[in-house]
């Protein structure tokens, strides 16, 4: 067996499949990939004690059969400890640095038994999905991340630990997968994302089978820490002890009236008896389908491009005076590139500097804003332009010049400017925004119109 594994990742290495020669079309998981993992987890159950429970040998093998698989096929993996158990986390090395879509199952059971549907069918099927993603090596356009949680059936305890310790930052969608091979399957997809449930429900359309939106499962497995941290989520499932209806029986096939696992959480979740292979083989393919039109780009690979903003994006001188801003960029697809800085606009006895006056997306500069003692007063709305080697972009910035625009004393129902200076009971005020003066409106009793200089 270890020769084995030895020349696989002698393979995977020397003949890497590149983007452009892989179709961009999502695959076809093989079954018996699979159902080669279950199998592998039954062993494990046999060899020590009978289970795979959190913080067991039977769960730790477990994860050294998941992790032995994910590093030979070149993933960076890490395992995170945890009062009662451990996590093991999986990035895939090609793509983008983020957004991160995150794929998800708890690799733990229940002491009763080898806990092969709940939840060795999701931790298998997303196995062989993120091993064939290493093998297609197709474009990606998300930064993509497999969890495998421990400790779920004492309360959703490893999902909840990794995403308290900053498991959610950058994680766009996380999809889960608990329960998929019931042997009297429902095909259920999680409803709390339209985007996410369309991902899955178009596959099942295209295999004439109609999902239902999953009621059973709902925060009951790890997706709802995420959820809970405000991250989108969705996931599929085929049904736990809840009863199929006569309906759902006539639209899937299967017993009505009956559990959809009726070894739910029993001695009896064992492989192969309680594993429906029709419904693990849909629902692996499923998630592949998911994985590709979420992740997965064209043989293009995404426009270079970058976002531009100023903060601050206003300030107030007297002239002869100067401000500061910082323009900052953001790589938003592809890859980063040069940006010229420059600025338009500019009101005569202005000028503005960029130090540096060219960049990197992804990098920001000082902008200095300098007036001369004849600025005129007023409002400027000034454009800061970022010249890039395949995209322009620009921000607005805002300069008020103080002056004696205004002239004089306050005075009711006159037109004041932005940056108008007028005396009222022996002190100056700058107005802040335009308006017409009505009594009442004293610039001493209306500071949101005026302001003391």
Not at 19 to 32: G, H, K, L, Q, Y
Not at 176 to 191: E, K, L, T
Not at 329 to 358: C, E, I, M, R
Not at 384 to 413: C, E, I, K, P
Request: charge should be negative; hydrophobic fraction near 40%; include cysteine.
């Amino acid at each position: 067996m270890g020769a084995v594994a030895t020349l696989a990742l002698t393979l995977t290495f020397l003949q890497p499949q590149t983007a452009n020669a892989v179709a961009e079309t999502a695959p076809d998981i093989p079954i018996s990939n699979v159902t080669a993992h279950l199998a592998q987890f039954q062993q494990i159950a046999n060899a020590n004690g009978g289970n795979r429970a959190s913080g067991r040998p039977g769960f730790t093998a477990s994860l050294n059969y998941i992790r032995g698989k994910l590093d030979a096929a070149g993933y960076t993996t890490r395992v995170q400890s945890f009062s009662g158990g451990s996590n093991l986390i999986a990035d895939w090395r090609g793509g983008p640095a983020g957004p991160v879509l995150m794929l998800g199952a708890h690799l733990d059971g229940v002491s009763a038994g080898a806990a092969i549907n709940d939840n060795a069918s999701g931790s298998g099927a997303l196995l062989e999905v993120a091993l064939t993603l290493a093998a297609r090596n197709p474009t990606l356009t998300k930064h993509v991340r497999f969890g495998w949680w421990g400790a779920e059936e004492q309360g959703l305890v490893g999902s909840r630990y990794y995403v308290q310790n900053g498991g959610a930052q950058g994680v766009e969608a996380y999809l889960n997968f608990d329960m998929i091979s019931s042997r009297n399957a429902g095909y259920f997809v999680y409803d709390d994302d339209a985007t996410l449930r369309q991902a899955f429900t178009e596959y099942f359309t295209s295999i004439g089978v109609q999902p239902d939106p999953d009621r059973e499962g709902d925060g009951r497995s790890d997706h709802a820490s995420f959820k809970n941290a405000g991250v989108r989520v969705g996931g599929l499932a085929t049904g736990a002890g809840a009863i199929k209806t006569a309906a759902q029986a006539a639209k899937w096939g299967g017993t009505a009236n009956a559990p959809f696992d009726s070894c739910y959480h029993r001695a009896c979740d064992t492989y192969p008896a309680n594993v429906n292979t029709t419904a693990l083989d849909r629902n692996t393919d499923a998630i592949a389908h998911a994985l590709w039109k979420l992740a997965v780009g064209s043989e293009n690979p995404p426009a270079d491009d970058y976002t531009i903003s100023v903060n601050p994006a206003s300030a107030s001188v007297d002239p002869g005076g100067t401000a500061t801003t910082t323009v900052s960029t953001q790589v938003s697809s592809g890859q980063a590139q040069s940006v010229t800085l420059s600025a338009s606009g500019v009101p005569a006895g202005v000028s503005v500097t960029f130090s540096p006056a060219t960049i990197t997306a992804g990098q920001s500069s000082t902008v200095t804003i300098a007036t001369t003692a004849g600025t005129a007063p007023g409002t400027y709305p000034i454009s800061v332009n970022g010249d890039g080697a395949s995209a322009d972009r620009s921000a607005s910035f805002s300069l008020t010049v103080a002056g004696d625009t205004g002239g004089g004393t306050w005075v009711a129902y006159t037109s004041y400017a932005a940056g108008d200076v007028v005396t009222y009971q022996g002190a100056s005020y700058r107005c802040l925004q335009a308006h017409t003066s009505l009594p009442g409106w004293e610039p001493s009793n209306v500071p949101a119109l005026w302001a003391r200089v």
